[in-house]
C-alpha cells in the first residue's frame, strides 16, 4: 500500500499536503480508502469558494461498493478543484496522491497540522 511519508493524514483516510510558505493545503483520498471503497466511478464536489470548519463535508465519492462523504481536515476556505477527477474519476482510482487530488484549501489556522497523522501513525492505524 503507498502511504508517502511527506504528506499528513487524517482518521478519516484523507491525505494532506501542505505547503506553509503559500498557506495552501492539497488534499485527496488515501490508497487505502481507495481499495477500500473499490473502484471510484463518479466525484461529486461543489464547495470551491467556500468556508468549512474542520470536519465539515467538502464532497463525496461514488465507488461500486458505496457513496462516501470526504471531510474537511481543517477550517478553511476551498480555492481550487481538481476539475480533471470530475470528468476522469479513475484519476483517483490510478494515483490518488497526485492526478487524483480533490481539492485546495487556504486553512484558517496553520496550526491545523497539529491534529494529522504522519505517514507512520497512519500506518500503525490502518493495520
Request: aromatic share 8%; net charge negative; charged share 25%.
Amino acid at each position: 500500500m503507498n502511504i508517502p511519508e511527506n504528506l499528513l493524514y487524517t482518521q478519516e483516510h484523507e491525505w494532506i499536503a501542505y505547503d506553509s510558505e503559500k498557506n495552501i493545503a492539497t488534499i485527496g483520498i488515501t490508497d487505502f480508502a481507495k481499495k477500500e471503497l473499490g473502484d471510484i466511478v463518479f466525484v461529486d464536489i461543489e464547495t470551491v469558494d467556500e468556508e468549512l470548519s474542520k470536519d465539515d463535508v467538502f464532497g463525496s465519492v461514488e465507488a461500486v461498493k458505496t457513496v462516501s462523504d470526504l471531510f474537511m481536515p481543517m477550517s478553511g476556505t476551498v480555492i481550487q478543484l481538481n476539475d480533471e477527477i470530475i470528468d476522469q474519476p479513475e484519476l483517483v482510482n490510478n494515483d490518488p496522491y497526485i492526478g487524483g487530488w480533490m481539492i485546495k484549501v487556504t486553512p484558517n489556522d496553520p496550526n491545523f497540522i497539529e491534529g494529522l497523522l504522519n505517514s507512520e501513525a497512519y500506518k500503525n492505524m490502518i493495520s
